[in-house]
């Protein structure tokens, strides 16, 4: 379990996130919604540990990511929106790298590598440098290279940006049968992609939670049952 | 720490060769350091036992040579958008900043091995003395740590290469060129104290020291110290970047 309590952060002297509380579940996949500049970013980057929050805790498994940055970092994983890829390695050279960085055994990361180029229809650009690639398959070395050690709480900005309709779909699937018991965090603008993958939605605005319930609560806001307006709806008041 | 410090030491010197850059590298600080000894000193006149006309112009080409591989240290992960990958990996901040230090370091430590055909040439033309010479390596080995050091420091606060490159040369260069004790001495030529204590921060003082015999231990432990500090500031400039 995550528990996110009364997190605050500032950022060139504004508060970007005010008073954030949560709490999120094992085989939950939750969509992070909020217009531009809402601190969905922000919010992410803290949970992520590249930012330490200027108030509040981040609790997992009863442990504090401020106090045991280390150890909770290795069950944690983040794939930017983004970027994260070093354009002189190859997939498989990257790969090993991550695998390192996120001390591995070597066959830990042989049995996770097979089965994450499967999994990601990686085979075919293994030894390709990363510079060459196309832009999902970009984003899939990155969520593969996140996923090496099988983490259990995975954060995720924009996930499907940039793929084709069918790896979107690839994706999803593949998405949904590892958050089975897993914590997935999805930040999203895509209203596809919440009623295709969440559990639960966190919509947030100005900095602050302002919304928390499942995505067929959320279709309920407005009258035709439109998950689209009544985002619009919630955001602009 | 040792072992995270190792995984980004050994990424960041494998970047260089990948890069070929490093040739560029040590095809440059050969041609500039054999160039300088045999055609700015007075090398045919008066080749001591030590190289002492060699290692002399060490400090100014290192200082010249190392902004170009501690550049891209940070600019390339905001570039390419890997830092928040890295600093969300469970390593510690310090491993990061100390491995691509080290990998830098490692480079000068290759550029040095490069240039000792000029002793083997030299000695077999004239009789030298190994011990001193080899002696005269290490410190200087020693040296360009120091450099590495500052000039990452330079860099760290810098988000794209060429800012860093001009950064940590500015750095270098002020502090392997300019003879701070000179200019106190002059600038205060009655206060005897504080013209002793600029002897003491004095970079090309303490190495002319060291590598002409003249200097103890005293002078090894100010490149160490320096050394220490320039990580310190760039660690610290790291974690202030990424918060």
């Not at chain 1, 928390?212 to 009258?223: A, C, F, G, Q, S």
Request: aromatic share 12%; net charge negative.
């Amino acid at each position: 379990m995550l528990v996110v309590k009364n997190i605050v952060k500032s950022l060139g002297g504004r508060i970007i996130l005010h008073h954030i509380n949560f709490c999120l579940q094992k085989g939950e996949i939750i969509a992070l919604l909020g217009p531009n500049g809402a601190g969905k970013t922000t919010l992410m980057r803290c949970l992520s540990g590249f930012y330490t929050p200027d108030e509040g805790k981040i609790i997992w498994q009863d442990a504090d990511l401020a106090e045991d940055r280390l150890r909770i970092l290795k069950d944690f994983a983040y794939v930017p929106e983004t970027g994260g890829l070093y354009p002189e390695m190859s997939v498989y050279e990257y790969l090993a790298f991550m695998a390192e960085c996120r001390h591995l055994k070597p066959e830990e990361f042989a049995d996770n590598l097979v089965y994450l180029t499967k999994a990601l229809d990686l085979e075919a650009v293994i030894n390709q440098k990363c510079e060459t690639l196309s832009k999902g398959y970009k984003k899939r070395v990155v969520l593969a290279g996140a996923l090496l050690s099988r983490p259990g709480f995975l954060i995720l900005d924009e996930p499907t940006e940039g793929l084709d309709p069918q790896q979107k779909q690839h994706l999803r699937a593949f998405l949904r049968q590892y958050g089975k018991d897993k914590i997935i965090l999805i930040s999203t603008h895509i209203m596809e992609e919440v009623a295709a993958l969440a559990d639960r939605v966190l919509l947030i605005k100005d900095g602050r939670l302002i919304c928390d319930t499942t995505p067929e609560d959320l279709k309920k806001i407005v009258p035709d049952n439109n998950m689209e307006s009544s985002f619009c709806t919630i955001v602009g008041n | 720490m040792i072992r995270d410090i190792l995984i980004f030491w050994a990424k960041e010197f494998r970047f260089y060769f990948q890069s070929r850059m490093i040739y560029l590298v040590l095809l440059l600080y050969a041609a500039i350091s054999v160039g300088m000894t045999l055609y700015v000193s007075d090398f045919y006149q008066n080749t001591t036992a030590g190289l002492y006309q060699f290692f002399k112009f060490q400090p100014g080409i290192m200082a010249l040579i190392i902004p170009a591989l501690t550049m891209r240290f940070w600019a390339d992960e905001y570039k390419h958008n890997t830092l928040e990958i890295v600093f969300s990996q469970p390593v510690d901040y310090a491993a990061v900043a100390i491995g691509k230090f080290l990998a830098a370091w490692s480079i000068t430590g290759i550029m040095l091995i490069s240039s000792t055909g000029l002793w083997l040439v030299v000695g077999v033309m004239i009789p030298l003395d190994n011990g001193w010479i080899a002696a005269n390596y290490l410190i200087s080995f020693l040296m360009s740590g120091s450099l590495c050091a500052v000039s990452a420091a330079a860099a760290a606060f810098c988000y794209n290469a060429l800012g860093a490159f001009l950064a940590s040369m500015i750095a270098g260069m002020l502090l392997a060129t300019v003879k701070i004790s000179l200019w106190v001495e002059n600038l205060l030529p009655d206060n005897a104290a504080i013209a002793e204590l600029s002897k003491v921060f004095d970079f090309t003082r303490q190495f002319d020291d060291l590598i002409s015999g003249q200097a103890g231990v005293a002078a090894g432990v100010y490149f160490l110290v320096l050394t220490a500090a320039g990580l310190w500031i760039s660690v610290a400039a790291a974690e202030y970047k990424r918060s």
